[in-house]
């Protein structure tokens, strides 16, 4: 049974290149999300540990279920801390938001309860470096890897801007040791004041400067297209409040508009592959 769980593990790490929207995840891969989903809510919690990093003080989460061991990071801030807001709840509707649009970025992420207090667990993954090490490393990219690399930098500027993540960070874009995308960190998303449903995070006028999305999955545009509010309420449960759902479907047609745009400037062959 030990065997068959390592397995599985590294199944859902080490993926084909080749898949559908973003090449992180394979079929037989994605199968394996809710048998994660299902450890983390429910393996014991053997050991805790302070992860030392990170403004909201994460804990790593050891858990065993049977022969099954594997670990997580536990976070439960809420309200405002160091001028901006937090919120716990919001890693896992990152995480089921990523799951409806079929991004397969963020790591299974969960609701859990830890010293009697909730939070989310995200499983956790072994990573090689987070985007600023490449960048203060000086590490190049391996040239079979750029073309993979640029299209998940432009879809996680895409995906920001649609849950309006105001704290996008070389820290939290990570990478695995064959050069996949990992995102963590989504407390600070989701926002609904009139600020963030003027404007996206990203693109041609952006919250966060001029960083454009030049080419995103065909498949990635039409699920957005495709957003309203029943789905993404089924989708997120109690995570999200109406306003922080509604705050999605206006950023939507910013998102939209814009797409539309670069595809008549440039040709849709150019934007959408």
Sequence with gaps: MKRKFFMALILFLFIAQSFAVNAQFTPPEITQRQVWEEFLKTAEIVEDRDIGEGVTKPKRLFLKKGDREASGAWKNPSGRMYGFLEGWQYEIAAYEMDKLLGLNLIPPTVEREFKGKKGSLQLWVALEMSDLDRMEQKIDIP????????????????FDSLIANEDRT????????????????????????????????????????????????????????????????????????????????????????????????????????
Aim: avoid cysteine; hydrophobic fraction near 35%; glycine fraction near 4%.
């Design 143 to 158: 040239p079979s890897k750029i073309d993979n690399w640029s299209k998940m930098k432009y879809l996680t500027r895409a």
């Design 170 to 273: 070389q820290e939290n874009i990570r990478y695995t040791k064959d050069w996949r995308t990992i995102l963590i960190d989504h407390s600070r998303s989701f926002r609904s004041s009139k600020k963030f449903t003027q404007q996206l995070m990203f693109g041609k006028d952006g919250l966060k400067g001029a960083k454009l999305f030049r080419v995103l999955p065909r498949e990635f545009v039409e699920k957005v297209k495709a957003l309203n509010y029943e789905l993404i309420k089924n989708a997120v449960g109690p995570y999200l409040k109406d306003k922080e759902i509604k705050a999605i479907l206006i950023r939507k047609e910013l998102l939209l508009k814009e797409i539309e745009e670069m595809i008549k400037e440039k040709g849709e062959g150019k934007v959408l592959y």
